[in-house]
Structures are given as C-alpha cells and as structure tokens.
C-alpha cells in the first residue's frame, strides 16, 4: 500500500466562512476562497453541508466548488429528495448522508439508519451508481454500523461531538468513556469492510487521540478551523492540525 493510501487525511469543512458571509447578507468572505486557500494548505479534501434551510452553505457555493475545486468535495446532505437531485446533478467525489432537525444549532446525533434501513438503502443506491463515495453519519453505535453496512454504504464518518463536548466541559471520564467507543466500533466497522472516517466539533486539544486510531481514515474538521483562523489564518491553522495528525499516527 501507497504511503499516500495510508495518509490520514484531512478534509476541512468550511460551512463557517458562510456563517460569517451570511451573517451580512452579502459576498464576504467567499467560501470558494477559503477552500482553494484550503487546498494550497494542504487539505486533502474539501466538505460542505447544504442543509436545508441554507443557514451557511448555499446552492451557488456548492455550483462554485463543483466547478473550481482541484481537491475531492464531500458534499453533507441530509437524505432528502431535494438534495439527491442536487448530488446527482454535481456527481461530487462523496457524499454523507447526514441528520438534520431545523432547530438544531449543529449536527446533534448520527443518523438513526437503523429505523429507517428500506428507505435509506433506496436511497444511496442511485448515488452510488452515479459514481460517488457515499458516507453515513452516524454515532459511535454498533446497531447503526452494522445497518450503514447492511444498507450498502462502503463509507461510515463516526460522530466525535460527544467525545469534544465532554473534553470541553471537563467531563474527562466521560471524554474517556466516549474515545474508547469510538475506538471501538473503529475496529468493529473496519471489520465489516467499511471504511472509517471521523468528524464534528474536533480541535488541536482532541484530535489527536482521533487521529491516533488506525482504522480512522479520514477527518473532516471545520468549525474550530474557522474560528482559528480568525487568530493565526486558516492555512497556519490546517499545517498545525496537519502536524498534530501527522504526530499522532
Ligand atoms: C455533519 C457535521 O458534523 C458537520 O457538517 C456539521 O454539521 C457542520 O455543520 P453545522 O455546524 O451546520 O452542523
Ligand atoms: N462531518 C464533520 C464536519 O464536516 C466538520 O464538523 P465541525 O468540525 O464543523 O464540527
């Protein structure tokens, strides 16, 4: 296997440079920016949600990253009609397939594939076949990895923002608790042949013992990368995550 294939990588997510445009209503700061700024720094990927009510990302921004980015866009959606048709019309790199509820501030839990396995199996197949990695995100939760691998996802991105906001609360036994699961059901879903990524609310103070799980083939990190960058710039930010990443493996 290629160095390159045994690469952590790193895909950064950049809803929050829509967050600060939106915040005005205009054209600034452009997303598209930030991620080609993101590519040059390093990412070895590009993520944006489109969710539902656009709080952030929007249709154009997507149109501009299917059309401008030179690194894989992973394209978050929720598994709505409306958004099958937007992936089918990009055909981006990836696609995960994620919850949403209106009045969430953020992605709260993981995807219940397990209550919904008919449906959502329908669901991914057209988007497979049009060629793009499907993801599924879900909770560190062996009912739902074992319903993302038997609905056909070959990708699963396990849900870290128990394990970052029981670190930042200072609930430290709990933030145990929650890295041993993740490293757990790493190992079971890599079993089954899925490939693992990991994802939501990660930072320098918690990715590492993220990054330091084997099986962990991808990180999408986003929110505290913007907020960062507001301090040192969003490429000094990507290297020292990067570094952090590259220290942990
Ligand atoms: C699925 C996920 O964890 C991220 O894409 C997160 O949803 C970022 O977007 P929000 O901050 O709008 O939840
Ligand atoms: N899927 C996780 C992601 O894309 C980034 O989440 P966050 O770092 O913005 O919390």
Redesign the pocket.
Known sequence: MSEDENRLRL?V?I??VATVRNARGGSWPDPVRAAKLAERAGADGI?A?LREDRRHITDPDIEALAETLTVPL?F?MAATDEMQAIALRHVPHAV?I?PEKREER??EGGLEVAKDENRLAHFIAPLRDAGCRVSI?IAADRKQIEAAHRIGAPVI?IHT?AYCDAHAEGRFADRDAELERIRDMAAFADSLGLEVHA????GFETVGPIAAIPQVKEL??????IGEAIFSGLDNAIAHMRRLMDAAR
């Not at 999408?220 to 990368?225: E, Q, R, S, T």
């Open positions: 895909g997510n809803d929050h993520t949600h992973n978050e995960c994620v953020t992605t995100f991105e923002g994802g939501h609310g990660l999408n990190i986003g929110h505290f990368l």
